[in-house]
């Protein structure tokens, strides 16, 4: 009975919470405000939580390039079905990437050529998969931000335990900080992603106010969201750059220490392509040298690859908020999660799904 009215009371507070926070968005009378939510799980959850209905004309949001798969270039699915259709590799990836057109074919392309294609749901899924098939030359594509890397990082140190000389990682892991660099200026505000921050801590966004960028690291329920837009737009009436927490029961000042060290010991940073963002200096990450026995692209030897998007699609401009995905011609017509023609259409985090699927 007690324990039933305190849960009432805290539910009856966090209601009110919700309300205030609610209130102060849709109440705001400050000037145009544009909130890059650079997550693309903010974007669908924002979406789906019906938040966007609570904002006042002059509030905009728009998408960013946080969603792994949308960022990840032309060049790396051209790459990736290059090796899936050598002899004798099976390739596992996430299922997402599967449907992303690359320049001549995409996986599912391949896979109709006979290529092998392995879905899986972890990198130690596909490490599982390569101890269990050895007559396999099992690649991993390794996408993703910081939250992933570390799971990559830590299968390549098992097969190494194990001497699986049948398991490498075609790597297209990116950090954070260099797209922030490159997005200055794109918005007034950026919704930090919590997960990335839960990694690697706030240093980085504290010191971007230094430079004038203002920013809220945000959670995913539908009180953290409301509040981190709330205090996004306080905040931003008060004419300061700004950084703020917004996510503290997840999020430190220092991350975790243990995946920043695992992620050290067995890789250093690179430059990377970013689809729409190009060639960003330092923001990707690859196997250090002495860990390029588990490299995909030294063990193959792959050729290099341009890689070009198909020329009607957007992706570039929406990934840096340049356009929103309706301003696309052939989104919703041509291009549908059915029949994506670009990546941000496939991914569960891709803006133009998210548009799609709720009918914008
Ligand atoms: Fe690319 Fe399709 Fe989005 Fe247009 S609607 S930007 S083609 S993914």
């Known amino acids: 009975m007690m324990q039933d009215i305190t849960k009432n009371r805290t539910s009856e507070r966090n209601e009110k919470q919700r309300k205030t926070a609610r209130e102060i968005i849709e109440q705001y009378d400050g000037p145009p405000v544009r909130i890059m939510e650079v997550c693309g799980t903010h974007t669908h959850e924002i979406f789906r939580l019906g938040i966007r209905k609570l904002l006042p004309k002059q509030v905009e949001l728009i998408s960013g390039p946080g969603c792994p798969v949308c960022v990840t270039p032309v060049g790396f699915i051209d790459e990736a079905v290059w090796l899936a259709l050598q002899a004798g590799v099976t390739v596992c990836t996430f ?4 449907r992303v057109p690359g320049t001549k074919m995409s996986l599912a392309g391949a896979r ?6 392995q879905i899986v749901y972890s990198p130690a899924d596909a490490e599982k998969y390569a101890r269990l098939h050895p007559e396999e030359q099992v690649v991993f594509l390794s996408v993703g931000f910081e939250t992933t890397t570390p799971s990559s990082c830590l299968s390549v140190k098992k097969a190494k335990e194990e001497q699986l000389e049948n398991y490498s990682i075609l790597t297209a892991n990116k950090t954070m900080p260099g797209a922030y660099e490159a997005l200055k200026g794109s918005a007034d505000v950026f ?5 990335v921050n839960a990694i690697t801590g706030t240093a980085l966004c504290e010191s971007l106010t230094k430079e004038g960028v ?6 995913f329920t539908a009180k953290e969201l409301l509040t981190a837009l709330a205090v996004s737009l306080k ?6 750059p700004f950084f703020v927490n917004c996510y503290p029961r997840v999020v430190t000042a220092e991350g975790s220490k243990e995946a920043q060290r695992l992620v050290d010991e067995l890789m250093e940073s690179c430059d990377s392509e970013w689809r729409g963002l190009g060639v960003i200096p330092d923001s990707g990450m690859k196997l250090r040298k002495e860990w ?4 995909a692209r030294v063990k ?8 070009r998007a198909n020329p009607a699609c957007r992706c570039g401009d929406v990934l840096q908020g340049k356009c929103k995905p309706s301003d696309c011609k052939v989104f919703g017509k041509v ?3 059915q029949h994506p023609v670009g990546a941000c259409m496939v991914s569960n985090e891709g803006a133009c799904s998210a548009y799609f699927m709720y009918g914008v």
Do not use: N, W
């Open 191 to 195: 919704l930090y992603p919590g997960h």
């Open 235 to 240: 905040r931003y009436q008060e004419g300061k």
């Open 95 to 98: 299922g997402d990437l599967v």
């Open 335 to 337: 291009c549908t999660p």
């Open 292 to 295: 390029e026995m588990f490299d």
């Open 300 to 307: 193959y030897q792959i050729p290099e690859m341009e890689g």
């Open 214 to 219: 203002s920013g809220v690291v945000a959670g």
């Open 112 to 117: 109709e050529k006979g290529a092998k294609i």
